[in-house]
């Protein structure tokens, strides 16, 4: 079974280029992208990282820019990749639901091929969650199979550039539970939202929900993912690397070293072949 990383962000050459231009127009990616240390990969730079950690298949976001152009310039890229190379990049589409024309945006991606959307940001793109376009997208992502990628925010601990601005926990599940039938990535362990599927009622409406493991190595301590595999079930955790914060070369190995071998090729691939089979 292939090795598939579930969490990546990759723009668009000119985009890396115009990292100062972006910055002085959007503030979330000025926040995360101002630091000329902060990476910024395009789809290039994110194969060859891919093939010098031995990842066959990588979910790619970009970023949840607020102007229409951007999302536009981002998406183009996102879809260019994967025509690219089919078989090793899975687009997720950038959208903005605080402006009206979100959902053709989102049906011309699905169209073109995008597998889902993500990493969705409502609060730094200043919409709602649980408003009405956030079920709307949770209804057009369920009726077409597509997945949604959500940055969880955590409620508690340090605070980092882009750690706010994401969805909360709590947010997610109230979410998940109206929309079962919808298939969700809660990012970053899901903010620590995986504690909770100890209750049953909570258990139940998060069937469709699965948790990645980005950035969790700056998070919390070396044996978090052990813990949410145990807490979620070992079909319900995925390998991400945040790449290029992280060198998915670096972070599966740390997995790897981590987790029983079984449960080491679920989490590092076998989930994700699942969830995003043809
Ligand atoms: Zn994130």
Not at 30 to 44: F, G, V
Not at 89 to 96: D, G, Q, R
Not at 117 to 142: K, T, V, Y
Not at 199 to 218: C, G, K, Q, Y
């Given at each position: 079974m292939p090795t598939i990383d579930s969490h990546t962000h990759v723009f668009a050459a000119a985009q890396a280029e115009a990292r100062g231009e972006l910055c002085a127009r959007d503030a979330a990616f000025?926040?995360?992208?101002?630091?000329?240390?902060?990476?910024?990969?395009?789809?290039?730079e994110l194969l060859a990282a891919m093939d010098a950690a031995g990842v066959e298949r990588a979910v790619a976001a970009g970023f949840a820019f607020t102007a229409a152009a951007d999302i536009g310039e981002q998406n183009a890229c996102l879809l260019a990749a994967m025509r690219e190379a089919p078989r090793r990049?899975?687009?997720?589409?950038?959208?903005?639901l605080a402006d009206d024309s979100w959902r053709r945006v989102a049906e011309e991606a699905l169209a073109?091929?995008?597998?889902?959307?993500?990493?969705?940001?409502?609060?730094?793109?200043?919409?709602?969650?649980?408003?009405?376009?956030?079920?709307?997208?949770?209804?057009?992502?369920?009726?077409?199979?597509?997945?949604?990628?959500?940055?969880?925010?955590?409620?508690?601990?340090?605070?980092?550039?882009?750690?706010?601005?994401?969805?909360?926990?709590?947010?997610?599940c109230q979410l998940a539970s109206v929309?079962?039938?919808?298939?969700?990535?809660?990012a970053h362990l899901g903010g620590g939202l995986p504690f909770y599927l100890q209750?049953?009622?909570?258990?139940?409406?998060?069937?469709?929900?699965?948790?990645?493991?980005?950035?969790?190595?700056?998070l919390y301590d070396e044996h978090s993912v052990a813990r949410a595999v145990d807490l979620a079930g070992t079909g319900r955790v995925l390998f991400g690397s945040d790449y290029p914060l992280l060198s998915p070369s670096r972070q599966l190995q740390r997995l790897r070293a981590l987790l029983p071998d079984g449960i080491a090729q679920a989490v590092c691939g076998d989930n994700a072949a699942?969830?995003?089979a043809d």
């Open positions: 000025a926040e995360m992208y101002a630091h000329p240390k902060a990476a910024i990969a395009t789809p290039a990049i899975i687009p997720l589409a950038t959208i903005n073109a091929g995008a597998r889902g959307f993500g990493e969705l940001r409502p609060h730094n793109q200043r919409w709602d969650p649980l408003g009405a376009a956030g079920h709307g997208l949770c209804d057009l992502a369920g009726a077409a199979g597509a997945v949604l990628l959500w940055h969880v925010s955590e409620p508690v601990g340090h605070t980092y550039p882009g750690k706010h601005g994401g969805i909360s926990p709590a947010e997610l929309h079962p039938a919808t298939r969700m990535i809660a209750m049953p009622e909570i258990r139940a409406a998060l069937a469709n929900v699965w948790f990645d493991t980005a950035a969790a190595s700056l699942t969830l995003f």
